[in-house]
């Protein structure tokens, strides 16, 4: 079966390798259980540490696209082991912090590494699996999926005892492994983005408008930027609306981190299987799929009762991970390699500032009645999953033969690259 196959190709490739490994480091985060108690006992305010989070998401906003540019012209091993050894840097300050200059410079760096792997790492792990990339990228992501959740499961409950002995420790162990993961990467083969030979030597700026245009000009780049990075912010939302959901269900606060780590791991395992869900479904019903999880989970959560609340937060949970697999490969597939980390990185900027906007708007929504929020969530993701159809049906060149540009249906993206580039110059 084609998941057996993607996952022997992540642990049997000299490029996949050290991704799965560094991959499972990354999901250790053992303070994220009691991260907000940690940084109160190291002096700071709750209001402290919105403004943290604030300082790392304008991090990853300033650096995220130019780290895709530079990625499209150097060797992207060098940026993927920059984004590394940033993130221990960052642990490293975080666990070490007395004070909130030295969280909020932790905070900052953190951002500088998470831009530097958003778009190069998806675009390196697509361009390491050669020729049949996209026949086995819906797998190789899904199984690297499931190894981050896997192991984010076992760090929060690690996390968990460690912050009983010492609420220190989980801050500690969380640096050591993001040491190791730097290390590891170090290891990746390198891999310089294949050239477009006949086009002239582009500046950074144009290809910074060629990439925004090749965006802007592809539906189905647009809707994945969209149901990437955007709707990521509406299902996180779930970890903070499930709190008084639970509460007026009566669900024991005992079993909160049960039913959170339970939730990771069924996620984790669908993901697992991603390929094989692809494979008899098809990419357009795939997606569909996951959205779907989306829509009846957030809709069973308006019931206040202790079964539906539950069911319906393992089925958002469920959604939220089942469609990164289908996204990242869909979008990989359409964009050309010499461009490719370029425009994952402006695709993910554009969903993040969506994001930002939305937030105030389902935290407005949630301090007047949290039922009546998961509700219009589901009505909006129903909207966003219908919007899919016509799109996947007109443009995802999976579904049917567009042999009017080149007869090999593995050449379809790059024609309609050619003819969007004409149009931006």
């Not at 499931?146 to 409950?157: F, K, M, N, P, Y």
């Not at 799929?289 to 937060?313: D, E, Q, R």
């Amino acid at each position: 079966m084609k998941f057996d196959t993607a996952a022997s190709r992540v642990w049997k490739g000299r490029s996949l390798f050290p991704i799965a490994v560094a991959t499972i480091a990354a999901g250790l985060s053992f303070y994220v259980p009691v991260s907000a108690l940690f940084l109160t006992s190291r002096g700071l305010s709750l209001g402290d540490i919105f403004v943290l989070e604030s300082f790392l998401l304008a991090s990853i906003l300033i650096s995220e696209i130019p780290a895709g540019l530079l990625a499209d012209r150097v060797d992207r091993r060098l940026v993927i082991i920059s984004g590394f050894v940033f993130n221990a840097v960052a642990e490293v300050l975080f666990a070490l912090g007395d004070s909130f200059g030295m969280f909020a410079a932790s905070f900052l760096i953190s951002g500088l590494g998470i831009a530097m792997l958003t778009g190069v790492q998806d675009a390196y792990i697509y361009d390491s699996l050669g020729e049949d990339a996209d026949e086995v990228s819906v797998g190789v992501w899904g199984h690297l999926s499931a190894l981050e959740l896997g192991a984010g499961v076992l760090g929060s409950i690690a996390g968990g005892l460690m912050a009983a002995r010492d609420i220190s420790l989980p801050a500690a162990a969380a640096a050591g492994v993001a040491i190791v993961a730097a290390v590891i990467v170090m290891f990746l083969p390198g891999q310089r983005p294949a050239s477009d030979e006949e086009a002239e030597p582009e500046t950074s700026w144009s290809g910074l408008k060629r990439g925004v245009g090749l965006l802007f000009t592809s539906p189905i780049l647009l809707y994945t930027a969209v149901a990437s990075s955007a709707v990521f912010v509406i299902f996180n939302a779930v970890f903070t609306l499930n709190q008084p959901l639970f509460q007026t269900a009566d669900v024991p606060v005992a079993l909160w981190g049960v039913i959170g780590g339970g939730a990771q791991l069924v996620a984790a395992l669908y993901n697992h299987f991603a390929g094989s869900v692809v494979d008899r479904l098809g990419r357009r019903n795939g997606l569909l799929l996951g959205m779907g999880y989306g829509v009846g989970g957030f809709g069973l959560m308006v019931i206040p009762h202790p079964v539906t609340v539950v069911v319906g937060f393992v089925l958002v949970v469920l959604g939220m991970h089942a469609r990164g697999p289908i996204t990242r490969a869909v979008a990989n597939r359409i964009i050309p390699s010499h461009r490719r980390a370029t425009v994952l990185n402006i695709a993910s900027t554009l969903g993040s500032v969506v994001g930002i906007a939305l937030n105030p708007l389902i935290g407005w929504g949630a301090e007047r009645s949290p039922a009546a929020t998961v509700g219009s969530i589901a009505v909006i993701l129903a909207l966003l999953a219908i919007s899919w159809i016509p799109i996947a049906d007109r443009y995802l060149d999976e579904e049917k033969s567009e042999d009017d540009c080149d007869p090999e249906p593995d050449k379809v993206p790059q024609c309609l690259e050619v003819e969007k580039e004409e149009g931006v110059r």
